[in-house]
Each structure stands twice: as structure tokens, then as C-alpha cells.
């Protein structure tokens, strides 16, 4: 029989008001109400490792460099060997066919309950022959992988959606992991790459619930993708009141304005880049002074150019109206914070139990 | 060379109001209602504060309005954290950072102890089996 969770990391030294401390950040990451934390951490401390087999396809392996650099020893890091990575050629000690042959092992062993995660698209050009691991096409392990699989975790921007070896005029027929398997239950964590704690939370969503969290019509897990980069962007104010740096050198970039018209993708891309923000939270691409890409959304590599507006400016004022109705004395928490929409509003005032997380 | 033989001017140079958007004056209010809930029912709650749009100065305003009151915690766990009582008992300040000493997030607890304060049953029982092993090495 496995140790749990806690026994786990209690063996390494973390106490239970480490577990507590990180689980009370990562709930809040995930935008659950506060009080989450203590069930998240109550519930996960006695799970067990499931099994991981991660199938690189045509990826850069920026993907597998974001996790695995997240932020040097954290918990993160210490969750991640948690799970039992039975498969990940670029992280794993065997080779050639030592390492197919643990992959066979542990989808054998795990048959029906161990978590697939890819990255990169899959080119179906050539029946496959664009991209093979020891003779056979991505297509055909994909298939065969999947089989066996509780659940996918397309992991970046080409698996979630063909990202840039889909983009025009796709010369490898490259297509997404959704595009292929049609009866799975598929997340998506797209980005260009990933911010890493949104696999933590998927994983600890699927350790604490057994199950995958809410998804957005894309595939994406609702509490990371449920509002767009500029909804939470700490320059939205200045967009509000008109304020735009007309190119990235004028006093509006010196002052940090809105990077609306330098082509920011903000109010079109759905992320949690504002305020999860990068390199352990150092900063993101608009605290540096740089329009957001999109890269988080389907076929970000041929929207029209990085530095040309968006035609349509997004809807002015929302939040501000949001606020200014629901009054002063309400509490901008709940209007803010959007936890409305995520039907947790209801629940902030009461003790959250997992049945109410559980959607 | 005085500093001023330098060319560089200051951009936004800090006043009182700068950078105050307004958004902290009504989580005094949510906060009040908390504390008459933990007073009526034993209710705790609990305020994100890295899910609000809260500028740096928002939250100094706040931290300044709310004070500092008797007891602050220090917590050691992969990283520090701090819990500090603010002047309105029952209201505690919650910063948690990584061990490079970012705040990693922050919350506003409405408890007459925070639960990240009190000892868990387990690890209770691992300290006191600690302490008898002591006792029978006597």
C-alpha cells in the first residue's frame, strides 16, 4: 500500500502548516474562495500517487522547460514527484527501447487510470511520417496511449491547438490531441508556453476531487482561463481613462500606460498571466512593457500581426459599471473578483465543504 | 558631484493620494460584516487580497487604516509567513511568502485564532510520542 500524500512529504520534512501555506496560495490561484485552501489541503493530504506517462510530439520542449523551472524547490516541484512520471523522454534515465518498454509497463499496470499528458501537435501529413519516436507516428502512440487514459492533459499551445506547426500553411498537416481523440475527457493548458501552477492546480484539482476542474468551451480550466488578460491587467485603469502609449518609447510607455494600440492581445486572450505573472512571480509581459501575444489562444501565430491593434476595443468601463451598480457598501471583493460568475460568491460566506468545490 | 548634476528626473513622483484607486475603503465594510458574523456565530472568513485589483498604495492605505495590534506570528514554513493581529482584535493580517521572500499571497482572516496557527491533531501526536521516547530514554 502507498503513503499518502502528507506521509509523503512529511518524510521530507513538510509539515502540515507548509501543506496548509501552499495550499491556501494555490487555492487562491485558482480564484476558490479562501476557506478552499483547508479542504483542498484536508482532502489531498490523503491521496495517493497516480500514475503519468507525458508524450512528447512536435514541441520545442519549452513546455517541459516552464514546469520544470517553475520556481527552484518549491512545493510545486515536490507535488510534481508526487505523481509517479512514468514516461517523459526528456526527463527519464532510460533509452531507446528500455524507455518504450516502461511505457508499455505503466500503461499495462495502470490500465485505465494513469494520466496522459502531451505535449506538442500531431502531424497527420505523410500518414504521420513527420514526426516518429523509435518508427512509429505520433498518431498511432497518441491512439494507443489514449486507450488506457482516465483523462489528457494537453499541455501548451500546440497540443491544446496545433500552436506554431499549425500555423499557415501548416506544412506537417499538424492538428491538436482534441482533434484526434474524440472519447476522453480532455484539458487543455494552453500557453507558449504554460504557466506552470496551472498543472499544479489541474493535478492537485484531479488529487483532491478525482476528477478534472471545469472547463471553458476551449477545453480550458475555468478557474486559470476564466477572465482575460486585460479583465485583470494592473493597467487596465489607464485604459479606462484613455490612456495609450502610442509607441514603445513615448512618456505614455515611460508612465505605463495601456498597451492597447502597440497590439496588446490582452481583452482577447484568456489567461492568468496578470496575476499569477512569471519567474516565480517576478513579472509578465505587459509589467515589462510588452503587448501581450495571445499566445494562449487558438492559431495566436496568424492573428494578424503582434503589433497591429485590435479593431474592436473591448468592452470600456465594464468592471467599473459592474462596481459602481452593486454600490460601495457591497464589497468590491465580490463584484471584482468575478467569483460570481465561478458561483462561488454564494458559498464565501458560508464554510466551503468539498461537495460545494466539486462542480 | 551632487546627484543632481545627474540627468535624470523623477516621473511619478510620490504623493499622498497616488496610485489610491479607490477599491479599499469597502473592504472595511465586508471586514465589519465578517467580525460581527465571527461574534454572533463563531463564522471565521477570509478576504483574498491577491484577487483584488489593490494597488501598492491601496494596500498600505489599508494596512495603515487597520493598524497594528498585540500579536504577530511568524510561521517558518518554505518561507516566512507573518500573522499579525491588525488594532481590530480579530482581524488578522496574513502574508505568505516564498523563501526568496516574495509575498506569494495575502489575505485579511476574520478568527479569534487563524487556523494556520493552531497544531494539527497529527502532528500533535508525533510531538508527544517524540516527548515519551524522551521520557523512557531517561
Not at chain 1, 189 to 215: K, N, Q, R
Not at chain 1, 316 to 336: R, Y
Not at chain 2, 46 to 66: E, F, H, M, N, Y
Request: hydrophobic share 40%; with cysteine; glycine share 10%.
Amino acid at each position: 500500500m502507498q503513503d499518502s500524500l502528507i506521509d509523503t512529504l512529511a518524510r521530507q520534512g513538510i509539515t502540515r502548516r507548509t501543506f496548509l501555506k501552499y495550499c491556501a496560495t494555490l487555492a487562491s490561484m485558482m480564484a476558490l474562495p479562501p476557506v478552499a485552501g483547508r479542504a483542498m489541503a484536508e482532502a489531498m493530504a490523503a491521496t495517493r500517487r497516480p500514475s503519468v506517462i507525458w508524450l512528447p510530439f512536435q514541441e520545442c520542449t519549452g513546455c517541459t522547460e516552464s514546469i520544470t523551472r517553475s520556481h527552484s524547490p518549491t512545493l510545486e516541484g515536490m507535488i510534481f514527484d508526487m505523481i509517479s512520471l512514468d514516461y517523459q523522454e526528456t526527463l527519464m534515465a532510460a533509452a531507446g527501447h528500455q524507455a518504450e518498454e516502461a511505457r508499455h509497463a505503466a500503461m499495462k499496470d495502470n490500465a485505465g487510470k494513469y494520466l496522459l499528458v502531451v505535449d506538442g501537435s500531431i502531424p497527420l501529413e505523410l500518414d504521420g511520417a513527420y514526426s516518429c519516436i523509435g518508427g512509429r507516428s505520433n498518431v498511432d502512440i497518441l491512439k494507443e496511449a489514449a486507450k488506457g487514459a482516465a483523462a489528457i492533459i494537453a499541455m501548451g499551445s500546440c497540443a491544446s491547438y496545433g500552436g506554431i506547426p499549425k500555423a499557415n500553411p501548416n506544412p506537417t498537416g499538424a492538428v491538436s490531441v482534441s482533434d484526434i481523440i474524440k472519447d476522453k475527457p480532455i484539458v487543455n493548458i494552453p500557453g507558449c508556453p504554460p504557466i506552470p501552477v496551472v498543472m499544479t492546480g489541474v493535478l492537485a484539482h484531479y488529487l483532491t476531487f478525482g476528477s478534472l476542474p471545469e472547463l471553458d468551451e476551449k477545453g480550458r480550466p475555468k478557474a486559470f482561463f476564466g477572465e482575460t488578460i486585460h479583465d485583470r491587467c494592473y493597467r487596465r485603469p489607464f485604459y479606462d481613462q484613455g490612456k495609450f502609449a502610442k509607441t514603445f518609447d513615448d512618456e505614455g510607455a515611460r508612465q505605463g500606460w495601456c498597451l492597447f494600440e502597440l497590439g496588446c492581445k490582452g481583452p482577447v486572450t484568456y489567461n492568468a498571466c496578470a496575476t499569477v505573472k512569471w519567474n516565480g512571480g517576478t513579472s509578465w509581459p505587459v509589467e515589462s512593457g510588452h503587448g501581450c501575444l495571445g499566445c494562449s489562444e487558438p492559431d495566436f501565430w496568424d492573428a494578424g500581426g503582434f503589433y497591429k491593434a485590435l479593431s474592436v476595443p473591448a468592452d470600456p468601463l465594464k468592471i467599473g459599471a459592474a462596481a459602481a451598480l452593486v454600490g460601495a457598501g457591497a464589497g468590491v471583493a465580490v463584484s471584482f473578483a468575478n467569483r460570481a460568475k465561478k458561483g462561488a460568491a454564494k458559498s464565501a460566506h458560508e464554510t466551503t465543504t468539498l461537495a460545494d468545490l466539486e462542480k | 558631484m551632487s546627484l543632481d548634476a545627474i540627468p535624470i528626473h523623477v516621473i511619478n513622483p510620490a504623493s499622498e493620494t497616488s496610485g489610491l484607486t479607490g477599491n479599499a475603503p469597502p473592504l472595511l465594510r465586508e471586514l465589519s460584516e465578517g467580525v460581527k458574523r465571527l461574534l454572533a456565530s463563531g463564522q471565521t472568513s477570509a478576504i483574498d487580497l491577491s484577487a483584488l485589483p489593490l494597488t501598492p498604495a491601496d494596500l498600505g492605505w489599508l494596512q495603515d487604516k487597520l493598524g497594528a495590534g498585540e500579536i504577530s506570528v511568524t510561521l517558518q514554513a518554505n518561507g516566512e509567513s507573518t500573522l499579525n493581529e491588525t488594532a481590530c482584535p480579530g482581524i488578522w493580517w496574513v502574508t505568505h511568502r516564498n523563501e526568496q521572500g516574495a509575498v506569494i499571497s495575502q489575505f485579511i482572516e476574520v478568527a479569534f485564532v487563524p487556523e494556520l496557527v493552531k497544531a494539527h491533531p497529527e502532528e500533535v501526536q508525533t510531538g508527544w510520542e517524540y516527548l515519551e521516547s524522551l521520557i523512557s530514554g531517561l
